[in-house]
């Protein structure tokens, strides 16, 4: 099994988008059902979450909003946990299959874009994953900015990952490299890899395909992520009222991510 995209060769994921899983329309491999109830067979190690667990803890929050949830694995961890959640994604196929899970029940699910929530008052909104990554215009990525900070409580706080684009990750985004098969329960063995399609400026555009030995069939799903950097991430935080009060390292790829805790301003 190849790096790539994934979180490390023994971690198989292909990219750790839940992908738009924010935006206003999901990309095929989180909204085509068949393709969204691999997602947790095929990505089972989701300790990359243990840190974001630690920080609901450390900033005492007992409602959060998990935006792009896609399967609900966070949401429903942290509701078995005691915690009030609220997960959003637009992909539906995806909350079909984060409805199955135990203490999905106590789960508040919307199905529509994080850019225009309802109203709530929540006390933590998070982005885990590459969520922030694909929220792709700067257009985007204010709105979402915008609905996030009236979805916190007058001192809540934001919490997400983006990648370092200094480390150009996508190098290694190719067949060779990320090319895996796995065996899938009630599914049977698929093959499946990544390769980059396009890279411009701070987009890079990629396509992962699946094939399925039961049947031979070959699905895929394009991508695009944002590169944005991390100065650039801090100044769109202040200009969107929120105070940046720490940028720490993700645990399971040190050097290769940033992780903002920001806080809401008035």
Known sequence: MGTGPWRSPKQIEVVRVRTPTVGSVADPHFEIPRLAEILDPLDHDRADLDAYVAMVDELGAQTILDIGCG??????????????????????????????????????????????????????????????????????????LES?????????????ESRDAGARAWLEWNPQDTYYRAVVPAVGAIEAWVEVLNVTDELVSFRSTFVFDSDGAVLTSDSTLRFRTSDELAESLVAGSFS??????????????????AQRTD
């Open 71 to 144: 399967t609900g694995t966070f949401a429903s961890l942290l509701a078995t946990r005691g915690k009030e959640v609220i997960g959003v994604d637009p992909a539906n196929a995806s909350l079909e299959v984060a409805r199955r899970k135990p203490g999905a029940e106590r789960v508040r699910w919307l199905h529509q874009d994080a850019s225009d929530l309802p109203p709530m008052q929540v006390d933590l909104a998070t982005m885990t994953g590459n969520v922030a990554q694909v929220i792709l215009t700067d257009d985007e990525w204010t709105a979402t």
């Open 148 to 160: 996030v900070r009236a979805a916190l409580q007058p001192v809540g706080w934001l919490v997400f």
């Open 244 to 261: 940046v009060r720490d940028i720490r390292d993700a645990p399971d790829r040190p050097g290769l991510e940033f992780v903002f805790v």
